[in-house]
């Protein structure tokens, strides 16, 4: 079994350990030890939703955007060879979806485009955002780990 994240998992697993009520960010990294680093993958979308985040951040906050950078060139250096891109069957997935499902959530679109021409299971705490796109939906904020078939 493959995963592809979504971007809010993407950055609780980068985000530091909270302090006071911490179970969310544990279950997400219990769920992550739980599965082979090896078959977890990024979508060009989560790349591209975290570089708009960053971007949207230097406007006001120079300082935590340079952070979230390195942070961010730290993860695509572990996925390297563990990004999705966007190729004719993704392209044209992503089409369907976002012709079926609105605009709104484009890069949500792209992700489940990826991870259906892929067969891959969409990691993601937003379950709503996926479902009528036909893929296995893996929500690791619940402990255990809720999974939504399509």
């Known amino acids: ?3 592809v994240l ?3 998992v993407l950055s609780e697993l980068d985000a530091p350990k909270p302090a006071g009520n911490s179970r969310p960010w544990e279950h997400v990294q219990d769920w992550f030890s739980s599965v082979d680093e090896t078959d977890v993958y990024l979508s060009a979308g989560t790349i591209m939703e975290k570089r708009v985040g960053i971007e949207k951040v230097k406007a006001h906050n120079p300082q935590k955007a340079a952070a979230i950078e390195a942070k961010l060139n730290q993860t695509l250096s572990l996925f390297a ?4 891109p966007v190729t004719m069957d993704v392209a ?3 089409g369907k979806y976002s012709y079926e499902h609105g605009s709104q959530n484009n890069m949500d679109h792209l992700i ?13 705490r937003n379950v709503r955002d996926f479902q009528d796109h036909g893929v296995r939906i893996i929500d690791p904020f619940k402990s255990p780990a809720k999974i939504h078939e399509p």
């Open 81 to 84: 060879t563990r990004v999705l």
């Open 92 to 94: 044209d997935q992503w």
């Open 1 to 3: 079994m493959a995963y």
């Open 112 to 124: 489940a485009a990826n991870a259906k021409v892929a067969g891959f299971s969409v990691v993601t």
């Open 6 to 8: 979504d971007t809010n």
